[in-house]
Nanobody
Framework: VQLQASGGGLVQAGGSLRLSCAAS????????TGWFRRAPGKEREFVAS????????YYEDSMKGRFTISRDNAKNTVYLQMNSLKPEDTAIYYC??????????????????WGQGTLVTVSS
């Protein structure tokens, strides 16, 4: 499986970006897909995820209401719509495929394949 994240860039505070994660190879599993981010000098942080086989979605509390995770089954692509961006949202954003374990989708160790990341920079 190869995951290709794209859509990052420079945006002013209050602006929006939509990130894309396209899967190739064996594509996304039925277990879920997630977005994580790593800000400079900080640990990797959960952003959002969902299960392919249900409508269950999960968000980090600070991103609820601002970020929306969605999918296009036909394109085998997952999106992260980010609105009302803040300077503290500046980070490299990664998409990942969740594996079959029962580990919580909030836990990065639940994911077995990762994309290369796309940089989001929010200026104040």
């Amino acid at each position: 499986v190869q995951l290709q994240a794209s859509g990052g860039g420079l945006v002013q505070a209050g602006g929006s970006l939509r990130l894309s994660c396209a899967a190739s190879g064996r594509t996304f599993s039925n277990y879920g897909t997630g977005w994580f981010r790593r800000a400079p000098g900080k640990e990797r942080e959960f952003v959002a995820s969902f299960r392919w086989t249900s409508d269950d979605t999960y968000y980090e509390d600070s991103m609820k209401g601002r970020f929306t995770i969605s999918r296009d089954n036909a394109k085998n692509t997952v999106y992260l719509q980010m609105n009302s961006l803040k300077p503290e949202d500046t980070a490299i954003y990664y998409c990942a495929r969740k594996g079959p374990s029962s580990t919580s989708p909030f836990n990065p160790y639940a994911y077995d394949y990762w994309g290369q990341g796309t940089l989001v920079t929010v200026s104040s």
